[in-house]
Each structure stands twice: as C-alpha cells, then as structure tokens.
C-alpha cells in the first residue's frame, strides 16, 4: 500500500511539474497550485528559502519561465508543508489523479482560477437563480457531464470522482430535459459543485431552482454547444 501511495504521488508531481512547464503562464500554474494545496505565499517563500516578494514575481508571470531546479523545490515545499498538515490535500489530490476517464463525463482544469462572472460571460450564461453569488466563486475547473449517464450509471462512492482536483469547479450538464434531477443529485450529494450550467434548456424546473437557491449556488444556463464552451474555456 505505501508503494502504491508513493507511486501515486510521484505520478502527481510529474502532472504538476509538467503543467508548469508547459504552461504559457507558469506563474499563474504555479498560483494555482500553491491555492489548491492551502499554502500562503509565506509559508511557501519560507519552505524553498526565497522571498515573499520572489514568489509573487513567479506568479505574476513578471519573472523569467522557472527552471527544473525551482519547479522541483516548488512542488517538493507544498507536499512537505501539507505533510505537516496531515496530508489531506496530497491525499485527496492522489485519489482524484487515479481516476480513470469515463465515457459520460470529462474534467478540465484551468491554468489559473477565473472568477465566476468572468466564467458565465466567457460561456454567454443566463443566471437563473443566485447571481450574487457569483462575485465570490473562484473556479479552478469544470466538468461536462451527461446528466442521463451520470444519474442512471454513476455510483454514490464514484461521485467525488466527478470533481477532478477540486470543489471549485462548475458542473456543466448536457442531455437535460427540465433541470431538476442535476439538481436534486446536488441537493443529496456530500460535495458540491460551486456553479451549475445546463445546457440548451429553454425553461428551467422551479423545484431546481428552488434546489440552487437552498445550496447557495449560482445556476446557469447556455446555448453554446459543448464544442463552443470547451473552445472558449480553453484560452483560460
């Protein structure tokens, strides 16, 4: 098992590294990471012994493209700081990364986290129910899931696959009649999508409404097909 587990996250830190490397941005790649693992520009500044100031530089993109030498004490200072929390990011974050694709839903992550207005403009939303919301979602990611599959195949224990790396993400949901039943499966699930989008759908079922404004979380839909939105999320 502790093999396993060593595979695991060394397969994570190759994604890691890889992302930044190839990332037109990699101080925003960079961001993004020290976000997702809860590690202040401080604690991390202080962990690889540079300045605060250095670290804000990386990921304003306002430095040169970091080399292997400061990727590789980059991501080796956020899997010691979270090892000194317990592991529960790595943990989580190496659980997600082992799972496999499947033909009925597809995760995407963002090279640096987008706000959730800059989100439902990006993807020509209409907001339903909950737009003040909006203003404080960060989303590092979404995911596109055929609703039909998703309620009839999916197994509660597979659920927490659907979230890729993180919660702060947006579930898009295609093959959608009325919009109730993504909703009713958000109302029951233990982890909850920051945003919702459903796809070309005309008018919107008042109990999934309902569903979103209990949750506190901003519901929206969208006439672009799932080609146009991948397209226009990709220059994230």
């Not at 060394?10 to 890691?16: A, D, V, Y």
């Not at 980059?74 to 997600?96: C, H, M, P, Y």
């Not at 459903?198 to 097909?225: C, F, G, N, R, Y």
Request: glycine letters at 4%; charged letters at 25%.
């Amino acid at each position: 098992m502790e093999d396993e587990s060593d595979d695991l996250r060394n397969k994570l830190k190759e994604r890691i590294a890889g992302e930044i490397t190839l990332s037109e941005a990699p101080g925003s790649s960079m961001k993004k990471w020290r976000e997702l693992f809860g590690v202040s520009q401080v604690e991390l500044a202080r962990s690889i012994k540079v300045s605060t100031s250095t670290i804000s530089d990386y990921e304003g993109n306002r430095r040169a493209s970091p080399g292997a030498g400061i990727i590789r004490r980059f991501i080796n200072a956020l899997f010691t700081i979270d090892a000194q929390k317990g592991n529960e990011v790595s943990r989580n974050l190496e659980k997600f990364n082992a799972v496999e694709k499947s033909p009925f839903y597809s995760i995407h992550d963002f090279s640096s986290p987008i706000s959730g207005i800059d989100f439902s403009r990006l993807i020509d939303a209409k907001i339903i129910a909950n737009p003040n919301y909006l203003d404080s979602v960060r989303l590092f990611g979404y995911t596109f899931l055929d609703s039909l599959r998703v309620i009839l195949e999916i197994s509660p224990n597979e659920y927490p696959k659907l979230f890729g790396t993180t919660n702060e993400r947006a579930f898009i949901f295609s093959q959608v009649s009325t919009g109730r039943s993504p909703m009713v499966v958000v109302r029951v699930a233990p982890i909850k999508p920051r945003v919702v989008v459903i796809q070309d759908l005309e008018s919107v079922d008042k109990l999934a409404i309902k569903i979103s404004q209990i949750e506190h979380i901003p519901l929206l839909t969208t006439k672009l097909t799932t080609d146009e939105i991948r397209v226009r999320l990709e220059k994230v």
